[in-house]
T-cell receptor
Framework: SQKIEQNSEALNIQEGKTATLTCNYTNYSPAYLQWYRQDPGRGPVFLLL?????KEKRKERLKVTFDTTLKQSLFHITASQPADSATYLCALDGDSSNTGKLIFGQGTTLQVKP | KAGVTQTPRYLIKTRGQQVTLSCSPISGHRSVSWYQQTPGQGLQFLFEYFSETQRNKGNFPGRFSGRQFSNSRSEMNVSTLELGDSALYLC????????????FGNGTRLTVT
């Protein structure tokens, strides 16, 4: 079955630095991969989607890469701020025939220190 | 545009009881998905409804069921509650098109004692 792995340990970085989060997957060839942000006590919030035929996607300070050979996605936050502190989840499509089923990783908690 | 609304926000039930959770999707969204989130298992897909029909189902026992109404609002029901059902239950809506991102509510925190 599909499996997604994200850095299980929290990532602590200094304000202004670039945060890089990793998402690896096995036993699947997803049509797309999504990244979400989740704050404590809240539902996940969609950030970016990248398709299998796209190498890179950007949105403001966020950048996502997708390497289907390595079966890996990298999520970068440049010029990080304390407000970026949250848990970041990657998710791949669980069934290419519909949109509602996503397979989520366990998430990586990012802590940005001022 | 109002976001996804889930009620109630918190719920405490006893083993053996049943519970019904409610979800109002974003206006115009026809797809509603339900997820269970626990510290050990993370986010796990329960089921998805699209235009009142269950379109996909995760690997959960039959005690977990749901439905969707003609106005796209959805409910999920858990019968014969077990301690292990304690979790954050999240509802997400989308237009139902391929590659559409999910819009999540803030969940219902269910505690089973």
């Amino acid at each position: 079955s599909q499996k997604i792995e994200q850095n299980s340990e929290a990532l602590n970085i200094q304000e202004g630095k670039t945060a890089t989060l990793t998402c690896n997957y096995t036993n699947y060839s997803p049509a797309y991969l999504q990244w979400y942000r989740q704050d404590p006590g809240r539902g996940p919030v969609f950030l970016l989607l990248i398709r299998e035929n796209e190498k890179e996607k950007r949105k403001e300070r966020l950048k996502v890469t997708f390497d289907t050979t390595l079966k890996q996605s990298l999520f970068h936050i440049t010029a990080s701020q304390p407000a970026d502190s949250a848990t970041y989840l990657c998710a791949l499509d669980g069934d290419s025939s519909n949109t509602g089923k996503l397979i989520f990783g366990q998430g990586t908690t990012l802590q940005v220190k001022p | 545009k109002a976001g996804v609304t889930q009620t109630p926000r918190y719920l405490i039930k006893t083993r053996g009881q049943q519970v019904t959770l409610s979800c109002s999707p974003i206006s115009g969204h026809r797809s509603v998905s339900w997820y269970q989130q626990t510290p050990g298992q993370g986010l796990q897909f329960l089921f998805e409804y699209f235009s009142e029909t269950q379109r996909n189902k995760g690997n959960f026992p039959g005690r977990f069921s749901g439905r969707q109404f003609s106005n796209s609002r959805s409910e999920m029901n858990v019968s014969t509650l077990e301690l292990g059902d304690s979790a954050l239950y999240l509802c997400a809506s989308s237009p139902g098109l391929l590659n559409s991102p999910l819009h999540f509510g803030n969940g219902t925190r269910l505690t089973v004692t």
